[in-house]
Every structure is written in structure tokens, then in C-alpha cells.
């Protein structure tokens, strides 16, 4: 088993910050990447930034230059600046490993004056 917490997400007003925070536990073992998807109100999943074991770093368009992924042994970060309302989504941490796919349950960030 594989657990993903998030934490991190809140109401923030356009331009603002907010910072998400990922935790994996459990039976991890060669994760190749890790990484942050959203899914808006009546849309797709859809990926926002994810991080290889390598470094190699992979942003949605709409994001490049705003959010920022990092990672640290079995946690993954997601730095959002300059935020925009259409940000606004649950947040879902995913993991990929040998094993398979992971997900967490999601945190809410909404982006709204």
C-alpha cells in the first residue's frame, strides 16, 4: 500500500501564492516520477508539473513560468505564484512507480478576489 497526503491548498486572492505539500509512505520503491495534476469543475484530470527521479522537470503551458515542482526523497512540492482563477481546482498528488500509479485525495485551491 501506498499512502499520498496532501496539505497545502486554501483560498488565496488572484496574484497570490500558495504552496502544496505531498507525502508519500508505505511500499515505495523505484518511484520514476512524481507529480501534481488538477481537475477543474466539469473537465479532464489534467497534469500540471511533474519531476522524474532525474530531475527532469514537465509543466503544463498555462503554468510554465508561475508554479515551480520540487522534490525531496518521498515528498514533492508545488510552488504556485501569480496565481489566476482558472487555477482554481483540486490539486491531486500522484506518484509513479514500479509498482504503479498513485494518487492522493486531493486538496481544493481556489483563486478568487
Known amino acids: 500500500q501506498v499512502q499520498l497526503v496532501e496539505s497545502g491548498g486554501g483560498l488565496v486572492q488572484p496574484g497570490g501564492s500558495l504552496r502544496l505539500s505531498c507525502v508519500a509512505s508505505?511500499?515505495?520503491?523505484?518511484?520514476?516520477?512524481m507529480g501534481w495534476f488538477r481537475q477543474p469543475p466539469g473537465k479532464q484530470r489534467e497534469l500540471v508539473a511533474a519531476i522524474t527521479s532525474g530531475g527532469t522537470t514537465t509543466y503544463a503551458d498555462s503554468v510554465k513560468g508561475r508554479f515551480t515542482i520540487s522534490r525531496d526523497k518521498n515528498m514533492v512540492y508545488l510552488q504556485m505564484n501569480s496565481l489566476k482563477p482558472e487555477d482554481t481546482s483540486v490539486y491531486y498528488c500522484?506518484?509513479?512507480?514500479?509498482?504503479?500509479?498513485?494518487w492522493g485525495q486531493g486538496t481544493q485551491v481556489t483563486v478568487s478576489s
Open positions: 500522484h506518484v509513479k512507480q514500479i509498482f504503479g500509479d498513485y
Open positions: 508505505g511500499r515505495l520503491f523505484r518511484i520514476s516520477s
